[in-house]
């Protein structure tokens, strides 16, 4: 046979021969698109059969929403079912949409609530105090203790408390803060503005050392850290520890509280400090020795520095010895 003969055969068996090898790469193409389509940790099953489509396999406790692979117990946007989100002030929990509370509040039946002052859930949600009775450090009671004011049917902390500041019901403006007892738009020295309220961080269990820090049930806040005792100095007034010769609120033991206007200065009431104590916001402080006031008010040291003869440093000065901080 002539040669252009033969190569004019063997084009057209190449030509013949080509589509049959094209169509037999397309099922690869289908599994390496479905794989990269394939989210979370599900794999592509390219077993299922003779003419069968490739599937996305999801892990056991994985399901499959569309092309990607959830975990409805905790995806906010596939909340126990495919499809199911959650509000934006919501978070997935066990498969339900939950209202996410910030520190120090507990969600109850739709809201957020301090069960430590709330009657309507006190120390637990759906734990109701008797008509006349408050809710005060999470108990029912006739009065207000730890220095809380009754304002109506609530035991609440007027020098922090924005809709009754300084006084029931003396409410801030919506741009402002409740702090030692005043309306402003931003704390006083020595407090810290935590989900609108001022705190001290130093001593406040649920804020302790920074905001939202919370510490254990049987754990308490001293000196911005949490621990089972108090640090020395300070002595544990209903889960807090505080200095009680400067605490209005435990001047000079646990719930003895000063009146209004009055200041606490070693361990008395008065209506100035003593004993070389300067008047920072509502509290008398050594300016030589606190951290959060050191050499005049509001003058805070770095964090691991302390306050020493009026100065921040990295250790104490003139013979002193540095206990907690």
């Known amino acids: 046979m002539p040669l252009l003969s033969r190569l004019d055969s063997t084009e057209v068996k190449m030509r013949r021969s080509f589509p049959s090898f094209a169509s037999s790469l397309l099922p690869l193409f289908g599994v390496a698109l479905l794989l990269s389509a394939c989210g979370g940790g599900g794999t592509v099953d390219d077993d299922a ?11 056991t406790d994985e399901t499959l929403c569309g092309s990607t692979c959830s975990d409805t117990d905790a995806d906010p946007a596939n909340c126990g079912a495919c499809g199911n989100a959650c509000a934006a002030d919501e978070a997935c929990s066990a498969g339900a949409c939950v209202l996410e509370c910030g520190a120090g509040a507990t969600a109850c039946d739709g809201a957020c609530v301090d069960t430590d002052l709330d009657p309507a859930n006190c120390g637990a949600c759906g734990e109701a105090c008797p008509s006349g009775e408050v809710c005060s450090g999470g108990s029912c009671a006739l009065t207000c203790v730890g220095g809380t004011t009754r304002c109506g049917d609530r035991c609440v902390d007027t020098d922090r408390d924005a809709e009754n500041c300084g006084g029931c019901d003396v409410a801030c403006g919506a741009d402002e803060v409740c702090s030692a007892g005043a309306c402003g738009i931003s704390c006083v020295a020595g407090s810290t503005l935590c989900d609108g309220a001022c705190v001290d961080t130093t001593v406040d269990p649920a804020n ?12 308490v806040c001293s000196a911005g850290a949490c621990g089972i005792s108090c640090v020395a100095g300070s002595t544990l007034c209903d889960s807090a520890c505080v200095d009680t010769t400067v605490d209005p609120a435990n001047c000079g033991g646990c719930g003895v509280a000063c009146a209004s206007g009055e200041v606490c200065s070693a361990g008395s009431c008065g209506l100035s400090c003593s004993g070389g104590a300067t008047m920072c916001g509502s509290r008398c402080v050594d300016t030589a020795v606190d951290p959060a006031n050191c050499g005049g008010c509001g003058v805070a040291c770095a964090s691991g520095e302390v306050c020493s003869a009026g100065s921040c440093g990295l250790s104490c000065s003139g013979g002193a010895t540095m206990c907690g901080s």
């Not at 059969?49 to 892990?59: E, L, Q, S």
């Not at 302790?208 to 754990?219: I, Q, S």
């Open 208 to 219: 302790c050392g920074g905001c939202g820090v919370a510490c254990g049930a049987d754990e």
């Open 49 to 59: 059969g003779p003419g069968a489509d490739a599937a996305v396999i999801c892990d």
